[in-house]
């Protein structure tokens, strides 16, 4: 099978005509000589014709032959045939080949991980390619391709393929790709092809593939029997008027055996403070409760992990919080006596209430408080707008609490600062009728399709909406701030009396104190106090800004504040791809070295034909030169 890689110019081979033409109009006219006695005359001139007419063909076919090679050259004509690929020889071809270096890879197969398996696959590639080709890797770590995604001109480096780690952080598999064909396309060989090589993990695919692209397979595993430990969280239980601090993770079996006894640990500040054992059904998520008893202030760190020694990178899920027993709360209003429902909910929370009401307050003395309340005060200063004001500039977080008296002046401040509408105030009853289960406020909470809750202000917001009734909001929050619409002053409102009110209210405060107890997840940008970091292996840095995008999981310290990065865990469940239907993609199995390195274009034969143009010039040249010799 031949095909082009330029066929567009093959239009241009109608340029054969041109010598054709020449041939036929611009034959020379022998001069007309009278004789007496022409008989051998005409004898002698038949026998020339002839000779001259061989040679004039001769040479018209010879530069048909040119202009044509010449053209067909151009096009880069190619041939592939079945009899080619029983050489071990193959087109010289721009080959990028990707190695799936995400966490699932880590998973152990018998006695190698994927990832091992992967590099061992590499290096058999590598044995195939030969000088001729041009060869690109990447991995799914978008900082490892910016530093080592260069073309080579032949083989790939074996040294940097042992290199290659396990990434927690890794790029969209599409973008990766991406970046493969990019970086084909900067080669001038028209054989291009893309191998990934992956445990077959799915991934979210949806693409045009421009070049041959084949998914080889580390094993045919399609199930994982893989444990893991997620979304370690601080739960403060009130019970009796008294608060008790837990940490609650999730077991997932990932598996579809029964995972039995499975131990499980906590490590707080560097030391094992539990360690206990559970049985996992078949797929199971389990939520446990580990018991902290700490006394001492400040942060504390550490991580539960479950031992599972098939998959060990989602083991782990690590935490930080800061105790204070007793911060210090300023509640900004004109009241004297703040409303009963506020004050023993405060009371669990602290001992260490200031309630401000003069205007003396500054910006220093409000910056001491560990929370800062907003509540019935009806007028709002330019000074006190300017000390809130400055207070959300260096990102302290408030705690606004509407009332039915709520002024127009309140009104406008907090609509700007939340993004929101004010229309009326309700005092009907109303069911609660969604949480936001995503939001860290809430996310613990239980349902409470069956509370309901009167006197509060309907608004229209684009902000998080942490509690809602129909269509309207009840409670919200904005860049770290929090606003109640219900007036906590109610006697009236069941929401108030229900046993889930002090544990939100209680969430609430911890999430607007100056320490924050809040994990993240790989990757996401996190705003520091400063550009000092400590990372998790103990090496310090210094950024360029305060913000920061973690690429491995572990405790990271940013001056006075302790943060837990983990993984998102998607990767801890194994799904296989399977009729994975994408032009130009090609699964393969065991025996991909069957199905590598079969371009669709073949071996090019532009050289060969530029050879023949060559050959034709001097064989066009030698016959005229003979003609010529003949002559003189």
């Known amino acids: 099978m031949i095909s082009f890689l330029n066929s567009g110019i093959l239009f241009l081979s109608s340029a054969i005509l041109i010598p054709i033409l020449i041939y036929l109009f611009a034959k020379r006219k022998p001069k007309r000589i009278i004789f007496s006695s022409i008989r051998f005359i005409k004898e002698s001139q038949q026998k020339q014709k002839r000779k001259i007419n061989l040679k004039n063909l001769l040479l018209l076919i010879i530069r048909i032959l040119i202009v044509l090679f010449t053209i067909l050259a151009i096009a880069r004509p190619a041939i592939k045939s079945d009899l080619l690929k029983k050489g071990t020889d193959h087109p010289k071809t721009a080959i990028a080949v990707i190695i799936d270096n995400s966490y699932s890879m880590n998973y152990l197969v018998d006695t190698q991980t994927d990832l091992e398996k992967a ?41 940097l393929i042992n290199e290659i780690t396990i990434s927690a952080h890794i790029m969209n598999l ?19 092809e893309i191998y990934l090589i992956t445990d077959m993990q799915v991934q ?27 979304n370690a969280v601080i739960k403060n239980e009130i019970v009796n008027k008294g608060l008790k601090k837990q940490l609650e993770i999730e077991l997932v079996n990932h598996s579809k055996i029964l995972q039995q006894d499975v131990i499980y640990k906590l490590f707080i500040d560097g030391n094992t403070v539990s360690e206990r054992a559970t049985d996992l059904h078949p797929e199971q998520r389990k939520k446990l409760t580990l018991p902290l008893e700490m006394n001492n202030p400040g942060w504390h760190y550490g991580y539960a992990s479950v ?20 911060p210090n ?22 001992k260490n209430i200031s309630v401000i009401s003069t205007e003396n307050v500054n910006y220093e003395i409000l910056q001491n408080f560990e929370n800062i309340i907003v509540y019935k005060k009806q007028k709002l200063s330019k000074k006190m707008i300017s000390i809130l004001n400055k207070l959300k500039k260096n990102n302290r977080k408030i705690l606004f609490i509407a ?32 949480i936001n289960k995503f939001h860290p406020i809430t996310k613990l909470m239980k349902n409470m399709n069956n509370i309901d809750l009167r006197d509060f202000w309907e608004v229209t917001s684009n902000s998080n909406i942490l509690l809602r009734s129909n269509e309207f909001p009840l409670a919200i929050e904005h860049q770290n701030s929090v606003l109640w619409l219900f007036d906590v002053e109610s006697i009236k409102n069941p929401f108030l009396l229900d046993p889930v009110f002090p544990v939100f209210a209680y969430n609430c405060l911890q999430f607007t104190s100056e320490h924050e107890n809040i994990s993240y997840e790989i990757g996401h940008k996190i705003q520091l106090d400063s550009p000092n970091v400590t990372l998790p292996d103990g090496t310090s840095i210094t950024l360029k800004n305060n913000y920061f995008s973690p690429a491995k999981t572990g405790i990271y310290f940013n001056d006075n504040t302790v943060i837990a990065v983990n993984l998102d865990y998607t990767e801890s469940k194994f799904e296989r791809w ?11 199995d065991s025996k991909w070295q069957d199905n590598i390195l079969q371009s669709r274009y073949g071996f090019e034969l532009w050289k060969y034909l530029l050879i023949a143009v060559l050959v034709l010039f001097i064989l066009e040249m030698l016959i005229i030169k003979r003609e010529e010799r003949k002559k003189s």
């Open 403 to 434: 009332d039915n008296n709520l002024s127009i002046e309140q009104q406008k401040y907090v609509s700007k600062l939340f993004s929101c509408d004010f229309q009326t105030f309700n005092s009907s009853s109303r069911n609660i009728d969604q």
């Open 174 to 192: 599409e973008n990766v790709i991406k970046l493969a064909e990019k970086k084909l396309m900067e080669t001038h060989l028209p054989n291009k």
């Open 578 to 588: 399977k009729n994975l239907k994408i032009k130009n993609l090609k699964l393969l």
């Open 307 to 326: 031992k599972n020694e098939r998959l060990f990178f989602d083991n782990r899920s690590y935490f930080s919080f800061y105790l204070e027993p007793d």
């Open 329 to 350: 709360v300023a509640i900004i209003s004109d009241l004297e006596q703040i409303p009963v429902t506020l004050e023993s909910i405060l009371d669990i929370y602290t």
């Open 204 to 230: 979210e695919l949806n693409i045009k593939l421009g070049f041959p692209t084949f998914f080889i397979p580390t094993s045919q595993n399609e199930d994982k029997n893989n444990v893991s430990c997620q």
């Open 119 to 159: 590099k061992s696959i590499a290096h058999q590639l590598n044995e195939i390619f030969t000088e001729n080709d041009n060869t690109i890797i990447l991995t799914l770590n978008d900082n490892w391709n910016k530093l080592h995604s260069g073309i080579n001109y032949g083989k790939l480096s074996d040294k």
